[in-house]
């Protein structure tokens, strides 16, 4: 497929100047052809899903507004569902996913084998995406484990070391398991939205009772929903 620099920034929801500076690092499977980006949809796709980032055609964004039934695929049910969890212990990414792993609702799927997923995941690459959030999922969906995806949500007892892409150290973990790709990407571009904002973030550093942090959620879906 072939794109424009500002249409594929638009796609992966992040300013043109990263994604011209990963094209040249080789660090994005994406070809320059003068202005243009050229790419193929399946490896591009996969490639955002391994790496914590959003990714969605034009067309394709206009649709999963539009689809029926979206229900549990925003952030606000996905996350009541997941929970909310405060003072969540460990020392280490190992520990501290170990501990979050017991929060998640009980699933058809062992927690020792979601614990191993994460793990496999984050040994990919990690899952801070900046600002001391990190978000762990496994490396792919677990339609047959859950019926409907949700979001754990872990305010951590001690702040820990992800080697995040900025390099601050992780104080709230978003644990998102989806049942497919495309909802994953869904909340994910839900979630990379709320998090933009430095003052949501702000909010999140006060460690804020469950009740306050899922109205501050509906509120950042109300205003996303208004903007597109």
């Known amino acids: ?55 969605f055609l ?29 003072d969540v212990k ?23 084998e979601l614990y191993k ?12 995406i900046g600002k001391g959030v990190a978000i762990p999922h496994p490396r792919a969906p677990l339609p047959e484990e859950i019926d409907n995806p949700l979001i754990t949500t872990c305010f951590l007892e001690k702040s820990t070391d992800f080697a995040a892409v900025d390099d601050r150290l992780v104080f709230v973990m978003f644990i998102l398991l989806s049942t497919s790709i495309k909802i994953h990407l869904h909340l994910l571009s839900r979630l990379a939205f709320c998090v933009r904002d430095d003052l949501f973030v702000e909010f999140l550093r006060t460690y804020p009772d469950t009740s306050s942090f899922l109205s501050r959620i509906a509120d950042c879906e109300n205003l996303l929903d208004k903007t597109d």
């Open 1 to 55: 497929m072939k794109f424009s620099l500002n249409d594929m920034a638009r796609c992966l929801d992040l300013p043109v100047s990263t994604v011209d500076r990963w094209i040249r690092q080789g660090r994005i499977p994406i070809h320059r052809s003068g202005n243009a980006c050229l790419f193929k949809k399946a490896v591009l796709e996969k490639w955002a899903f391994n790496h914590s980032l959003p990714f």
């Open 58 to 86: 034009p067309n394709e964004k206009k649709e999963i507004y539009k689809e029926q039934n979206l229900g549990l695929t925003n952030l606000l049910p996905a996350m009541q569902l997941g929970g909310v969890f405060h």
């Open 117 to 128: 997923r994460l793990l496999e995941r984050e040994a990919l690459t990690s899952t801070g």
């Open 90 to 112: 460990g020392d280490d990414v190992e520990s501290v996913l170990k501990s979050a792993v017991d929060k998640v609702p009980v699933l058809s799927i062992n927690k020792e």
